[in-house]
């Protein structure tokens, strides 16, 4: 899943306290955004986590300000160039 992928291992359980209706609520929201209730916490809270780049997306930015990397002239330009056909794009 991304920068945030991890196995079950490097995982930590916490509790958060709150009354049976905060609870209800809760499960209503992640039930709508289809999350659980650690994907919606977790969701809300990354935004404000620091950004590190990995080594890979630090070579990618390196390669962009020397003038590297590939520019499209649209989306539709870049979905082709990716290989995705029209079908999977919406």
Not at 45 to 52: H, I, S, W, Y
Not at 62 to 80: A, C, I, R, T
Request: hydrophobic content about 35%.
């Amino acid at each position: 899943m991304g920068a945030h992928s991890h196995t079950n291992q490097d995982k930590v359980r916490m509790t958060i306290e709150c009354t049976p209706e905060e609870r209800v609520y809760i499960k209503i929201l992640a039930a709508k955004a289809h999350l659980n209730l650690s994907e919606l916490v977790l969701s809300y809270l990354r935004k404000d986590f620091p950004c590190t780049p990995n080594k890979e997306t630090l070579a990618a930015m390196k390669e962009l300000d020397e003038g590297g990397g590939m520019v499209y002239k649209s989306m539709d330009d870049f979905w082709e160039n990716m290989g995705v056909k029209p079908s999977a794009r919406s």
